[in-house]
C-alpha cells in the first residue's frame, strides 16, 4: 500500500520567514496531493492541492512543488504569520485510496 | 457550499454499547464517504471508504463487524461503533468527495467519541 513521509515533524520559524514542509510517496498509482491545515480539535482544511500533470502550483504565499520522479512534493508558506501556527499534513491520493502524512506542527514565532 | 455536517459532536457511553456517528453533505451529493480515526497529536488513518449503495471497503487492521458503515443515500453515512471499549475512545473524522471525477475532499467538524 501507499507509504507517505513528512519532515519535519515540528518546525519553528521567526514571523515573515519561510517555512517548508516535505512529503515523499510510494505509489505511482496516487495523482492527487492535497495539504491540509488542522486546528486543535477542528477539522482538517485544504489549503492547496496538485494533480501528477502540474510541476508547481501557487496561491498567494502559499505554493507547492511535486516530483513525479522523485515521489516526493513540499509545501512553501512564504511570510509566515503568527494564524498559520498549526498542524499540517500532507497526503497522498488515488480515487479510491487515501494516505495522510504524518503531520507538521508549524509554530511562526512573532 | 460543499458543507459537511457531523452529529454528535461529542458523545460519551460506557463500555458495551454502540454508538451512531452520522455525516451528511449539506449540499451535494456525495458517491463517496470516508471514514477516519484520529488519535491525539497524530496523523488521519483511513479506517474505512463507503460508496452509496454499496458495501464499505475497509481498511487493513479495521474490524469491519465493530465498525459498521452504511452509506444508505448520496448525503448520509452512518458509522456504528458496537461494543464500544475504552480504547476506541478517539477523534473520529468523516469526509465527502465531490462530484463525479473530483478528487477533493471536504471534511466534517470530527466526532469525539470518550468510552468509559
Known amino acids: 500500500g501507499e507509504n507517505v513521509e513528512q519532515h519535519p515533524s515540528t518546525l519553528s520559524v521567526q514571523e515573515g520567514d519561510s517555512a517548508v514542509i516535505k512529503c515523499t510517496y510510494s505509489d505511482s498509482a496516487s495523482n492527487y496531493f492535497p495539504w491540509y491545515k488542522q486546528e486543535l480539535g477542528k477539522r482538517p482544511q485544504l489549503i492547496i492541492d496538485?494533480?501528477?500533470?502540474?510541476g508547481e502550483k501557487k496561491d498567494q504565499r502559499i505554493a507547492v512543488t511535486l516530483n513525479k520522479t522523485a515521489k516526493h512534493f513540499s509545501l512553501h508558506i512564504t511570510e509566515t504569520q503568527p494564524e498559520d501556527s498549526a498542524v499540517y499534513f500532507c497526503?497522498?491520493?488515488?480515487?479510491?485510496?487515501?494516505?495522510f502524512g504524518t503531520g507538521t506542527k508549524l509554530q511562526v514565532i512573532p | 457550499g460543499a458543507v459537511v455536517s457531523q452529529h454528535p459532536s461529542r458523545v460519551i457511553c460506557k463500555s458495551g454499547t454502540s454508538v451512531k456517528i452520522e455525516c451528511r453533505s449539506l449540499d451535494f451529493q456525495a458517491t463517496t464517504m470516508f471514514w477516519y480515526r484520529q488519535f491525539p497529536k497524530q496523523s488521519l488513518m483511513l479506517m474505512a471508504t463507503s460508496n452509496e449503495g454499496s458495501k464499505a471497503t475497509y481498511e487493513q487492521g479495521v474490524e469491519k463487524d465493530k465498525f459498521l458503515i452504511n452509506h444508505a443515500s448520496l448525503t448520509l453515512s452512518t458509522l456504528t461503533v458496537t461494543s464500544a471499549h475504552p480504547e476506541d475512545s478517539s477523534f473520529y473524522i468523516c469526509?465527502?468527495?465531490?462530484?463525479?471525477?473530483?478528487?477533493?475532499?471536504?471534511f466534517g467538524p470530527g466526532t469525539r467519541l470518550t468510552v468509559t
Open positions: 497526503a497522498a491520493m488515488g480515487y479510491q485510496k487515501v494516505t
Open positions: 496538485i494533480r501528477s500533470n502540474v
Open positions: 469526509s465527502a468527495r465531490g462530484p463525479l471525477g473530483s478528487y477533493e475532499q471536504y
